[in-house]
């Protein structure tokens, strides 16, 4: 029989050990192939639990529950105010693949990996969050205005008497840097992100103020100040100078400005009771109907900036108490400036007529009275409006007929297109440059056709331009109509002529009739029918006999209705048929 080999104990060893490594290598791969990709148990992104499930699914759930909040708007919120931003509209994502594989949703021969997807309870996870820079700041700098709240500049009230001092406070703004960073870390939670603002210091500071109050509202407030003119004496008091007295920033620092004009003006009553000589400008006034030159006159006054300069020299003493000399005061407009606009003849004029009525002599007769004496100097407008004001009832104007809507209706001023038309003529005739001229809608028989003009308040106008290098004067009187007379209004324009002027026939065409109106209102005022036409006619210029330029005109007159007060009369029905 054979005899028996014994295995030797080394070799025993390591055969046990070769089982048993094969044993746990094999339960490695189990565990390996149980784990597979799936997140540990309990495992959360962003507050989604991925516990358990595979890389896919988890990227398939991160991306439906974070892809919502993404498209629901992220409040920042702050003391000053709120706003909105969108996630997805600003240049922020989330990388769903990466934040799943971060959070252990992957394959992993790791022991402690293994050893976590088995009976770990997981943990919470960041995403891996995607972040467009320029679009996020964009962003975020859109929202920036709701944040803001402008500075309080400190300030200061003085009234000569009394100080009041207002403190400063600062402003806000957002810092859109640090905003921009705490939304790009919390935009993934939907919870409202807080944001950050600076300050935004004023302009003027609770320490400028407090020194222009030491340094020159309370010396400024201790008294009159005296000026001495010659030998008179000229009090200037607390409240004047804080009438005049503004409180400006002048290159960071906080300055007092006393203006020069409203000074003079403060002291008005002081500075006429010195009875220094007042001067004058010339005048071209009308006497005894023709223009006659008011010398200018010189006179002495105190200039208002030396008058600052004296009270700003003042505070400083101690007697509150300096000299201000007075010196000569040319006149703006001379004798010599009058006689250079060589106002000496008349170079149009022009008269128009109208019937009886009481309301015409009242309005027409106060707008000659506005319009007579008007000096156009060379290059000036002239506008009817600025120089008549509005027509009311306290200005002594009544109530007369105009035309409101294509009917007569009354109103105060009522009639006074008759001066305008007078007014138009004669500018017209004296060459100079019409600027804005409206003709009646309607036309009336007692005005040249086409070549007239109405004015409104607030609406239609008549200006010339003053276009020579001569003054223009105007000259305007009316005689006054009666109970079968006629009244009349004419307007001369004095001035040195430049042209001759003519004017060509006025030539109508394109007839049209208008139609039957009924009004109703306790208003209505009856009016005939009359034919709607055009007119064409030129105004030629003529130098030294020559013609020189040539200026076309137009204008297109509505036919007139005939307005019938009442209501529209029913027709009267016809005999039936057969009857």
């Known amino acids: 029989m054979a005899e028996k080999r014994k295995l030797?104990?080394?070799?025993?060893?390591?055969?046990?050990?070769?089982?048993?490594?094969?044993?746990?290598?094999?339960?490695?791969?189990?565990?390996?192939?149980?784990?597979?990709?799936?997140?540990?148990?309990?495992?959360?992104?962003?507050?989604?639990?991925?516990?358990?499930?595979?890389?896919?699914?988890?990227?398939?759930?991160?991306?439906?529950?974070?892809?919502?909040?993404?498209?629901?708007?992220v409040s920042l919120t702050s003391k000053v105010g709120d706003a909105e931003i969108v996630p997805a509209e600003s240049g922020l994502g989330i990388d769903y693949a990466k934040s799943a594989l971060e959070a252990g949703a992957t394959k992993s021969f790791n022991p402690i990996h293994l050893w976590q997807k088995l009976v770990s309870q997981g943990t919470e996870h960041d995403p891996v969050t995607v972040v467009d820079e320029a679009g996020v700041t964009t962003a975020v700098e859109q929202v920036a205005d709701k944040f803001e709240t402008p500075p309080v500049s400190a300030s200061v009230k003085w009234n000569g008497k009394k100080t009041k001092v207002t403190e400063a406070k600062n402003g806000t703004e957002l810092d859109v840097q640090a905003t921009r960073d705490a939304v790009v870390e919390h935009f993934y939670t939907g919870n409202p992100t807080e944001a950050v603002l600076?300050?935004?210091?004023?302009?003027?500071?609770?320490?400028?103020?407090?020194?222009?109050?030491?340094?020159?509202?309370?010396?400024?407030?201790?008294?009159?100040?005296?000026?001495?003119?010659?030998?008179?004496?000229?009090?200037?008091?607390?409240?004047?100078?804080?009438?005049?007295?503004?409180?400006?920033?002048?290159?960071?620092?906080?300055?007092?400005?006393?203006?020069?004009?409203?000074?003079?003006?403060?002291?008005?009553?002081?500075?006429?009771?010195?009875?220094?000589?007042?001067?004058?400008?010339?005048?071209?006034?009308?006497?005894?109907?023709?223009?006659?030159?008011?010398?200018?006159?010189?006179?002495?006054?105190?200039?208002?900036?030396?008058?600052?300069?004296?009270?700003?020299?003042?505070?400083?003493?101690?007697?509150?108490?300096?000299?201000?000399?007075?010196?000569?005061?040319?006149?703006?407009?001379?004798?010599?400036?009058?006689?250079?606009?060589?106002?000496?003849?008349?170079?149009?004029?022009?008269?128009?007529?109208?019937?009886?009525?009481?309301?015409?002599?009242?309005?027409?007769g106060l707008a000659a009275k506005g319009i007579n004496g008007s000096l156009v100097k060379p290059g000036e407008i002239w506008s009817m409006n600025r120089t008549l004001g509005e027509r009311t009832r306290a200005k002594g104007y009544t109530d007369g007929w105009m035309i409101i809507g294509g009917v007569l209706r009354k109103s105060p001023g009522g009639g006074i297109s008759q001066s305008a038309t007078t007014t138009f003529n004669a500018i017209f005739f004296a060459g100079l440059q019409d600027i804005e001229h409206h003709p009646h809608g309607l036309f009336f028989p007692r005005y040249p056709a086409g070549r007239e003009a109405t004015v409104a308040w607030g609406s239609l106008d008549l200006k010339f331009k003053n276009n020579t290098k001569y003054g223009v004067l105007l000259q305007a009187y009316t005689h006054r109509s009666s109970p079968g007379n006629r009244g009349s209004i004419t307007v001369r324009v004095w001035s040195t002529k430049t042209y001759d002027v003519k004017s060509s026939s006025l030539n109508r065409s394109n007839y049209r009739q208008g139609k039957v109106r009924y009004d109703t209102s306790p208003k209505c005022h009856a009016q005939a029918p009359s034919p709607g036409f055009d007119v064409n006619y030129t105004r030629y210029f003529y130098k030294n006999g020559s013609l020189v330029r040539k200026e076309p005109f137009f204008w297109r007159y509505s036919p007139t209705d005939k307005v019938v007060c009442g209501p529209k009369p029913t027709p009267t029905p016809g005999p039936k048929p057969g009857g």
């Open 8 to 73: 030797s104990v080394p070799l025993l060893v390591g055969i046990i050990g070769g089982v048993f490594v094969a044993l746990i290598a094999a339960a490695y791969l189990i565990v390996y192939a149980i784990a597979g990709d799936r997140a540990p148990q309990g495992t959360q992104v962003a507050g989604v639990d991925i516990g358990g499930l595979t890389s896919a699914e988890a990227e398939e759930r991160l991306s439906n529950e974070l892809g919502q909040r993404l498209k629901t708007p």
């Open 198 to 364: 600076a300050e935004t210091p004023p302009e003027v500071q609770d320490e400028q103020v407090a020194e222009v109050v030491e340094s020159f509202i309370k010396p400024a407030s201790s008294g009159p100040i005296t000026l001495m003119v010659d030998k008179a004496k000229l009090a200037i008091s607390p409240e004047m100078i804080a009438s005049a007295t503004s409180f400006d920033l002048d290159q960071g620092k906080l300055e007092p400005k006393i203006d020069p004009e409203k000074l003079f003006a403060a002291a008005k009553s002081q500075l006429k009771a010195l009875q220094l000589p007042e001067g004058r400008d010339a005048k071209i006034v009308l006497r005894n109907g023709k223009p006659t030159i008011i010398e200018s006159v010189s006179g002495v006054r105190i200039e208002p900036k030396k008058l600052r300069g004296a009270v700003r020299e003042a505070l400083t003493k101690p007697d509150r108490t300096t000299k201000v000399k007075a010196t000569a005061a040319k006149p703006k407009f001379t004798t010599e400036d009058a006689k250079k606009l060589g106002v000496k003849e008349v170079i149009g004029e022009y008269t128009t007529y109208y019937p009886h009525a009481y309301y015409r002599n009242v309005n027409i």
